[in-house]
C-alpha cells in the first residue's frame, strides 16, 4: 500500500480550531468561574521522589507500572483463554460449543464492576484459602522474593494483585474468544473442505490451512483488545488494588489537587496506550507486507 | 450379668464426666487459638484495614502514610511487637473486605453505628467525632441554621457508606442527598456549586473552609452529632476484642491518644508533609 502524503482541506481547520478552542474555554472557565487554583509545581514528586540522593518512582509511577504488570499478566491470560475458548467455539463437538458459549454469555453479559466484585469476595477467598499465597510467599528465598516484586507486586499484596489478573484475563478472554471464532469462521468453508479431501486430520486442517489465514483477521482487533485491556485494568481501583487510578483517587482524597491528579493520569495512560497502537500499526505493517 | 452392665453404665458415666470440662476446656484453647490475635503473632504480621480521610490517614509526598490513624495502628503494633501491614481499602467496601479476611482489623475513623454493629464487632471507642457542614456560597450562601438544610431544593453531598450519608437521610429528609465515593468529589461538587451543603465528620468542614475562604464557609459551628469512633473486628473473637480494649484503656490513661488527636486535629504542621 502506497502512503499518499495528506494535504489538510478547510473543514480540518475548522475542526482543528473547534477542539483547540474547547480546551482553551475549558481552563478558561475553570480559572474565572470556578477560579481554581493551579498547583502543578507540586505534582512531579509524586512521580519521582529524591531519597538520599537516589530518584526512585513514587506513587503515581509505582501504580502505572502496576497497571502495566496487570495488563501484561492479563492480557497472557486471556489470550490462553481466548484461544482456547475461541477455537472450541468452532468445534465440532457440542460440548466444548456449549461451554465456551456459556462463558462468552456470562461474561459478555455481565458489567465488569459486578465480575470483579463477585471474584474479589468469592475467587480471592478461595486462592487464600488453598494456597495460602501471601504466607507463601513469606517464607521463600530473598531473590525469589524480589524476582515476584518485579514481575507481580509486592509479595504482601500478591493475593489481590492474582485476583485483579484473573478476573480481567477471564473478562478479556471472552471478547478474544469472539475474535478468534470470527477469525476462524472468516476463512472460507472450502478451505476445511480442501484440506480434508487431501487427508489432513481435523487438528491439522486448523493447524496448517486454517489458522494461518484467520491470523491476518485476527490480528489487528486483538491489538485493540490489549489496549482495552489496559484501560479496563483501572475498573480494578475498586477493589483495592493499588494501580494507576488507585493511587491517584488515593492521592486526590489526601490533597485535593483533583484536576492535575486526573490530567496527569489521563497523560499516563495515553502514553501507554498510544505506545500499544503505534506497536500494533507496526505488526499490522510487517503482515500486510507478508502477503 | 447386670453387675457388668451396671459397671460398664457407671465407667461411661465417668468418662463422660471427665469429658465434659476438658472438651470445654479444649473449646476455649481452640478459639483463643484461632482468634485473630494469635494468628497475627503467629504471621508476626497486623494488617489493618482502612480508607484515606484527612487527618486520619492519609498518603505524604514519599509515598508513606500518615495520620491519626496510621500513628495508632503503629504505635498498636509496636506494643503487640508485630510488624505492621497496610491495607488501603475503598470505603464503601472496606466492611466486606474484613469480613473476607482481608486484613485483621478497621482502623479507619470508623463511627460506631448499630447497623454496623450487626456485622461486626467494636472495640471500646478510642476518639469521638461528630458531623459537621460545610456548604457552598455560591449556592448555600443562605444557610444559616439545621433548619435550613431541611428544605426541598437543597443538595447534599457526603460519602457512600458514612454516618454522614445516614445522617443526611435522617436529618434532613426534605433535602436531595447525593453520595460519593471519596470526599474529594463531594468537595469538588460544592466548588462548583452543583450541591448546596456537605456533611463531613469533623474537622474536615473547617479546615475546607478554611482554605477555600471565597467558596465554602461553615453555616453552623462545630459538630450537630457526638459518634464514638472503635476498632471494628470479626464477629465472635473475645481475646482479640479484650487485647483492644485494655490497650485502648492504656493509651487513654497515659495520655498519648489525646496527645496525637491534639497533633493531628487542633493544628496544621502536618499540612506540608502532603504537598
Redesign the interface.
Given at each position: 500500500m502506497q502512503h499518499k502524503r495528506y494535504r489538510p482541506v478547510l473543514l480540518d481547520y475548522i475542526l482543528l480550531a473547534f477542539i483547540g478552542g474547547s480546551i482553551l474555554y475549558f481552563f478558561w472557565k475553570l480559572e474565572n468561574e470556578l477560579q481554581y487554583e493551579w498547583r502543578w509545581a507540586t505534582i512531579p514528586q509524586f512521580i519521582f521522589k529524591n531519597t538520599n540522593g537516589t530518584w526512585e518512582p513514587n506513587f503515581l509511577l509505582e501504580g502505572l507500572l502496576t497497571t502495566i504488570r496487570l495488563s501484561i499478566w492479563a492480557t497472557i491470560l486471556a489470550s490462553v483463554v481466548g484461544v482456547v475458548m475461541g477455537l472450541a467455539r468452532v468445534s465440532q463437538s457440542c460440548f466444548a460449543r456449549m461451554i465456551s458459549r456459556t462463558y462468552v454469555e456470562v461474561v459478555r453479559n455481565m458489567p465488569p464492576i459486578v465480575l470483579i466484585f463477585i471474584s474479589y469476595f468469592f475467587l480471592s477467598a478461595q486462592l487464600t484459602r488453598y494456597f495460602a499465597l501471601d504466607t507463601m510467599v513469606q517464607d521463600l528465598p530473598s531473590w525469589l522474593y524480589s524476582a515476584i516484586s518485579i514481575l507481580f507486586n509486592k509479595p504482601s499484596q500478591l493475593t489481590q494483585f492474582v485476583t485483579g489478573v484473573i478476573t480481567l484475563g477471564l473478562y478479556e478472554g471472552a471478547y478474544i474468544t469472539e475474535i478468534v471464532r470470527g477469525g476462524v469462521n472468516s476463512v472460507q468453508r472450502g478451505q476445511w473442505e480442501a484440506s480434508a479431501s487431501l487427508g489432513f486430520s481435523r487438528f491439522d486442517q486448523l493447524r496448517l490451512v486454517v489458522l494461518p489465514q484467520a491470523l491476518k483477521v485476527i490480528i489487528p482487533p486483538l491489538a485493540g483488545q490489549f489496549i482495552s485491556t489496559i484501560k479496563d485494568s483501572a475498573i480494578l481501583s475498586v477493589i483495592s488494588i493499588q494501580e494507576l487510578t488507585f493511587q491517584g483517587l488515593e492521592l486526590m482524597a489526601s490533597t485535593y489537587l483533583v484536576f492535575e491528579i486526573w490530567i496527569t493520569i489521563t497523560m499516563m495512560y495515553l502514553v501507554l496506550t498510544l505506545g500499544c497502537s503505534v506497536l500494533s500499526r507496526r505488526v499490522e505493517r510487517a503482515l500486510e507486507w507478508k502477503n | 450379668m447386670g453387675k457388668s452392665v451396671l459397671k460398664a453404665v457407671v465407667a461411661l458415666l465417668l468418662v463422660v464426666a471427665f469429658c465434659i470440662p476438658a472438651s470445654a476446656q479444649n473449646l476455649m484453647s481452640e478459639l483463643s487459638k484461632e482468634s485473630v490475635i494469635s494468628k497475627v503473632i503467629e504471621?508476626n504480621k497486623l494488617r489493618v484495614g482502612f480508607s484515606?480521610?484527612?487527618p486520619w490517614a492519609?498518603?505524604d509526598?514519599?509515598?508513606d502514610f500518615i495520620g491519626f490513624e496510621i500513628d495508632v495502628m503503629t504505635e498498636l503494633a509496636k506494643d503487640l511487637g508485630v510488624e505492621i501491614?497496610f491495607?488501603?481499602?475503598?470505603w464503601s467496601?472496606i466492611i466486606?473486605?474484613l469480613l473476607?479476611?482481608?486484613f485483621d482489623v478497621i482502623i479507619g475513623g470508623m463511627s460506631v453505628t448499630t447497623q454496623r454493629n450487626l456485622k461486626v464487632n467494636f472495640s471500646a471507642p478510642y476518639d469521638y467525632t461528630g458531623i459537621g457542614i460545610l456548604a457552598s456560597l455560591k449556592k448555600g450562601g443562605d444557610i444559616h441554621s439545621l433548619e435550613d438544610v431541611n428544605k426541598e431544593g437543597v443538595i447534599i453531598v457526603a460519602r457512600i457508606g458514612s454516618t454522614p450519608a445516614a445522617a443526611a437521610k435522617q436529618y434532613f429528609p426534605k433535602a436531595a442527598v447525593r453520595l460519593f465515593?471519596?470526599?474529594?468529589q463531594c468537595?469538588?461538587e460544592l466548588?462548583?456549586g452543583r450541591a448546596t451543603v456537605m456533611l463531613a465528620s469533623a474537622p474536615l468542614p473547617a479546615f475546607k473552609a478554611y482554605e477555600f475562604p471565597?467558596?465554602l464557609f461553615v453555616p453552623v459551628k462545630g459538630t450537630f452529632t457526638k459518634e464514638p469512633i472503635a476498632f471494628a473486628l470479626r464477629k465472635g473473637d473475645p481475646d482479640t476484642l479484650n487485647v483492644l480494649n485494655n490497650w485502648i484503656r492504656i493509651k487513654q490513661d497515659s495520655g498519648w491518644l489525646k496527645a496525637r488527636k491534639d497533633y493531628w486535629f487542633e493544628g496544621k504542621q502536618w499540612e506540608n508533609m502532603?504537598?
Open positions: - | 504471621r484515606t480521610f484527612v492519609m498518603k509526598k514519599n509515598g501491614e491495607v488501603p481499602t475503598t467496601g466486606p473486605a473476607a479476611d482481608k465515593e471519596k470526599e474529594t468537595v469538588q466548588m462548583t471565597k467558596k502532603l504537598k
